[in-house]
């Protein structure tokens, strides 16, 4: 069955960097698309961006470039999300999310999610 | 970017209610659209796409229908198990983003 499976909770120090994985099974990895969704306390969900898991290609959304790396190690099958230079606002949950249809064309949706990251950002 | 707003923000109802929620595009998106279903601490799961198209697994008391900037979900007859908040999503092509609506709470009457 399909699976993505993300790392666990980090708790970290205002201006410090987090990496975050998300390992997909049960389907051919550079197939699809791996989207990347915030979910800030409390509050709705706001699309990251992705990134083509075939070329490598990443596509950031506008709040989020910068400071955010999308990356891969396709031989593992896993998408890392890096947010550098943390600062207190970035305390979210951050899904990675399978996206069906054309990513390319932002004409996709999303079929399955990890369990989601809890990242905290404080001193 | 294309806004989505949904309506009710909270909804309050019975197990065995029928349930509306809609969701409003602020441009027209044909039927790029998703629903969403998500419990406390879980992720996302999606119901329906295409805007009408039910997901392999999902119950078939729900129902989405509409296109252009209106659209609804229906829970035909609402269960214990579908007390969460429900988003929806637009995927128009060639949109400068994704972007979900606000959600709506279904909460227990």
């Known amino acids: 069955q399909v699976q993505l499976v993300q790392s666990g909770s980090e708790l970290k120090e205002p201006g410090a960097s987090v990496k975050v994985s998300c390992k997909g099974s049960g389907y051919t990895f550079t197939t699809y698309g791996i989207n990347w969704v915030r979910q800030a306390p409390g509050q709705g969900l706001e699309w990251m961006g992705w990134?083509?898991?075939?070329?490598?290609?990443?596509r950031y959304v506008q709040g989020f470039t910068g400071r955010f790396v999308f990356s891969l190690d396709t031989s593992v099958s896993t998408a890392y999300l890096q947010i550098n230079s943390l600062k207190a606002e970035d305390t979210a949950v951050y899904y990675c999310?399978?996206?069906?249809?054309?990513?390319?064309?932002?004409?996709?949706?999303?079929?399955?999610w990890g369990q989601g990251a809890l990242v905290t950002v404080s001193s | 970017d294309i806004q989505m707003t949904q309506s009710p923000s909270t909804l309050s109802a019975s197990v065995g209610d029928r349930v509306t929620i809609t969701c409003r595009a602020s441009?027209?998106?044909?039927?790029?659209l998703a629903w969403y279903q998500q419990k406390p601490g879980k992720a996302p799961k999606l119901l329906i796409y295409q805007a009408s198209s039910l997901e392999s697994g999902v119950p078939s008391r729900f129902s989405g229908s509409g296109s252009g900037t209106e659209f609804t979900l229906t829970i035909s007859s609402l269960q214990p198990d579908d007390f969460a908040t429900y988003y929806c999503?637009?995927?128009?092509?060639?949109?400068?983003?994704?972007?979900f609506g606000g959600g709506t709470k279904v909460e227990i009457k």
């Open positions: 990134i083509n898991t075939n070329t490598g290609n990443p």
């Open positions: 441009q027209s998106i044909s039927t790029w």
């Open positions: 999310a399978r996206g069906r249809g054309s990513c390319t064309t932002t004409s996709c949706h999303f079929d399955y």
């Open positions: 999503q637009q995927y128009n092509t060639y949109s400068p983003r994704l972007t």
